[in-house]
């Protein structure tokens, strides 16, 4: 961590995320490490006054239970412009007192966040400027390239950070824990023994409100596209040596550079479905198409899964099933690990037919291992018995170990510009192959499993 002060630049300072996750993220960033030096400049167009910003601060602080001191300290040099950073001469403005190292983040709508990069291209940064992006990185193979061929312009590729809080440091580091930290699972990790993975990411939660966001990005974008993939390339890419950014970018982007759509069919290998009318947790909760903001005639799905594979030596034949949704009767974040039938069972068990199978959940963390074992009352029969264990808290949100990482300028949590264009690439065909409606658009209630039949694997 460095000595200096780093100037925690946000734009979109009124913005949802900064108050819901930026500011309280940075809380327990500074309560875990109360050294750490920062200054905090908010930026928008709506008129905030000092005082305003101070509170708003001050609220993210107390929440995660900072000292008063260390609040007081921090409000000393916290300062936010009321600007329209698209107008040159307010952007002007608002950089020219800052002092570097600056972090400019960007929680700011999508288009503004190309046209705010386009205008910081012309001109003269400190070197040692960082800047975060928030998803979604283009929408498609095209546009991301060309969004991240205009950021290389800002600053060297070392500098962006593409930020997806869902990849916590805890979920990473129990996945690499997990995987090459024992003797078991690391030789086992692999065709020979693994028959499929499922990366699943149900919530009970329905739209709540997030039309204007949702209904223009669906759940394949919202979910799979980031988070489902990346959790993907950490679960499959090859054994690190050492646990730096720039080894696991690259090995990430390895294993993605060589996945896709099982069969290269998207017709088949992938599904949809929007939720109706029906109850979750005893709350009743509408029919999606009749929520406010919500245009039906996008057909924007609620539920979707694709079924990808990894054409390389560790994983060719293994399909990987990636699937999300809302508004679903249980919650399930967790990647399924099912193994293949041991090879020969001695004559005289009986077979239970049920496979062994790792569940690696992701929120909370915990493992727990499925395991054929004499059966209870009858040694000649099999059963299913588990061990679990649960994996320990992260130690601050989320937010915070992304600000912590761009910070220190450690891009392990970040995605890199080509991870980026890879991911769109693999989705690429399922969203071509769903507006030419080759694919159609099931329903199900919400508190439901989803529609029936889903997860089998094409041939
Ligand atoms: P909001 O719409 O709540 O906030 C957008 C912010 O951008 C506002 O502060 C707005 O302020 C500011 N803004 C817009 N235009 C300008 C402009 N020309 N000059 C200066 N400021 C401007 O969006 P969110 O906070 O929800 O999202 C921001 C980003 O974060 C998006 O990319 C989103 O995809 C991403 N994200 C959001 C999450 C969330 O839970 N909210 C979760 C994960 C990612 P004003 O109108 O005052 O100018």
Redesign the pocket.
């Known amino acids: 961590m460095s000595d200096e002060t780093t100037t925690l630049l946000i734009?979109?300072?009124?913005?949802?995320?900064?108050s819901?996750?930026l500011l309280p993220g940075l809380g327990t960033l500074l309560a875990v490490e109360p050294e750490r030096k920062v200054r905090v400049v908010g930026?928008?167009?709506?008129a905030i006054s000092k005082q305003e910003w101070h509170d708003k601060v001050r609220t993210a602080m107390e929440s995660a239970e900072l000292p008063e001191e260390r609040i007081e300290q921090l409000l000393t040099s916290a300062v936010y412009y009321q600007?329209?950073?698209?107008q040159q001469e307010e952007l002007d403005s608002v950089l020219a007192d800052l002092e570097g190292p600056i972090v400019m983040y960007f929680?700011?709508?999508?288009q503004?966040?190309i046209k705010l990069s386009a205008l910081l291209e012309k001109m003269d940064l400190p070197a040692d400027t960082r800047l975060a992006l928030?998803?979604?990185f283009g929408h498609d193979p095209e546009s991301a390239a060309e969004f991240n061929a205009q950021l290389l312009r800002v600053v060297p590729e070392s500098h962006i950070h593409r930020v997806d809080?869902f990849i916590g440091v805890a979920t990473v580091l129990n996945l690499m824990g997990v995987r090459f930290a024992n003797r078991l699972m690391e030789p086992i990790w692999n065709s020979e023994h693994i028959e499929r993975v499922d990366i699943n990411y149900d919530e009970t939660l329905a739209l709540e409100g997030r039309a204007g966001?949702y209904d223009g990005a669906g759940a394949l974008k919202d979910m799979t596209q980031s988070h489902l993939l990346q959790i993907m390339a950490f679960f499959a890419m090859e054994a690190p040596a050492r646990l730096t950014a720039d080894e696991v970018q690259s090995l990430k982007a390895q294993v993605l550079r060589a996945t896709s759509l099982w069969n290269e069919d998207p017709a088949v290998s992938s599904r949809r479905a929007r939720y109706n009318a029906g109850t979750v947790d005893g709350k009743e909760i509408p029919d999606y198409s009749s929520e406010e903001g919500v245009d039906p005639s996008r057909e924007t799905e609620t539920l979707a899964e694709i079924v990808v594979g990894i054409d390389n030596a560790r994983w060719k034949n293994v399909p990987f099933v990636l699937r999300s949704g809302k508004a679903l009767g249980e919650v399930s974040k967790e990647i399924i690990v099912t193994f293949r039938a041991p090879r020969h069972l001695p004559l005289g068990l009986k077979d239970n037919n049920q496979p062994d199978r790792l569940i690696l959940q992701l929120k909370p963390g915990a493992v727990t291992l499925e395991l054929a074992i004499n059966a209870q009352g009858d040694p000649f029969a099999l059963e299913q018995k588990s061990l679990s264990a649960e994996l320990g808290k992260a130690r601050m949100l989320p937010y915070g170990e992304v600000l912590g990482g761009i910070m220190d300028g450690n891009a392990l949590l970040s995605i890199r510009g080509d991870v980026a264009e890879e991911c769109w690439r693999i989705v690429d065909p399922v969203l071509k192959a769903w507006s030419a409606g080759d694919v159609p658009l099931q329903e199900y209630p919400a508190g439901s499993d989803g529609p029936e039949g889903w997860g089998v694997i094409p041939d």
């Open positions: 734009f979109g300072a009124s913005g949802d995320l900064t819901r996750l930026a928008a167009r709506e600007a329209d950073v698209l929680a700011l709508p999508p503004i966040s928030e998803k979604p809080h966001y």
